[in-house]
C-alpha cells in the first residue's frame, strides 16, 4: 500500500463521529486510538455494533453462539473503558456471517445525518461481513449526505487474500499519540473471547495479525 499522507486526528465538523462495526472488537482493533483520540477533542462518538458477533466460534462446544452474544458486547464495553472512549454503543443484531442478506435493512437502519463523519469498514476487506457493512453505510452516507470513511481491518494483515488489494492503493496514516496507542493495547486484552485457542483451534485473532493492529500507526483509505 502506499501511503498517500499522514494525517492527524480530526478535528472532524460540528456533527458526530459515527462508526459501523460489523463486529465488536472491529472499531478497537482498527482505529482504537483514533477513537479515543477523537473522544478527547470532544467529539460525539455513535458506534453501530451491527452483529453480536456470535457467529465467531461455529464448532466450540465453550463458546456457543448465546455465550458469545452475551459476552462480545461486553468486551467492547470493557474495551471502550480503557481507552477511556466516551461513546453511545446501538447493537442493531443483525446475524453474524449473514449480513449481507439484510443489506438494504441495514442502510435503513443507519440514521445518518448530513454533518455526520462516518467510519466503517473497507469495501473489499476480506469479510462478507465487512463488505456487506461498507456498501450500506455508503448508501446510508449518499443519501443522508454525510462524510464516509473507510479504513481497512484483515486487510492489512500480511497473507490475508485482502492484503494485496491494498496494493498501490492511496491510504492515510493517522498520526495518533504515543499514550493513546499505548492504551488500545490494553484495551485489546479484554477481547478474551476471540484471543484464547479453544479446544485445539487457534484464536480468532491471531498472533500476526495482533502484531499489525497494535502498531503504533492506524490506516484509512484515501
Not at 1 to 30: C, F, K, N, W
Not at 68 to 94: C, D, K, S, Y
Amino acid at each position: 500500500m502506499t501511503p498517500a499522507s499522514l494525517v492527524p486526528v480530526g478535528p472532524y465538523g460540528p456533527g458526530r463521529v459515527v462508526l459501523v462495526a460489523p463486529h465488536p472488537d472491529d472499531e478497537i482493533l482498527a482505529l482504537g486510538a483514533t477513537l479515543a483520540q477523537l473522544s478527547v477533542q470532544g467529539h460525539g462518538i455513535h458506534i453501530y455494533a451491527v452483529t453480536d458477533g456470535e457467529g465467531s466460534h461455529p464448532r466450540s462446544t465453550e463458546w456457543t453462539p448465546d455465550r458469545l452474544r452475551a459476552e462480545r458486547p461486553l468486551e467492547t464495553e470493557r474495551a471502550l473503558a480503557q481507552l477511556n472512549i466516551r461513546a453511545t454503543v446501538e447493537r442493531l443484531g443483525f446475524p453474524d456471517g449473514a449480513v449481507a442478506a439484510h443489506e438494504k435493512d441495514l442502510a435503513q437502519r443507519l440514521q445518518l445525518r448530513s454533518d455526520d463523519t462516518v467510519f466503517v469498514t473497507w469495501r473489499h476487506d476480506g469479510h462478507a461481513d465487512h463488505e456487506a457493512c461498507a456498501r450500506a453505510t455508503l448508501a446510508a452516507a449518499r443519501s443522508s449526505g454525510a462524510s464516509c470513511i473507510e479504513f481497512p481491518v484483515w486487510a492489512l494483515v500480511p497473507g490475508h487474500a485482502a492484503h494485496k488489494g491494498l496494493q498501490g492503493r492511496r491510504m492515510r496514516q493517522v498520526l495518533v499519540s504515543p499514550v493513546f496507542s499505548a492504551a488500545k493495547r490494553r484495551a485489546i486484552s479484554a477481547f478474551g473471547s476471540q484471543l484464547l485457542a479453544d479446544a485445539g483451534t487457534p484464536p480468532v485473532l491471531t498472533p500476526q495479525a495482533l502484531s499489525v493492529w497494535q502498531e503504533p500507526t492506524e490506516w484509512l483509505l484515501a
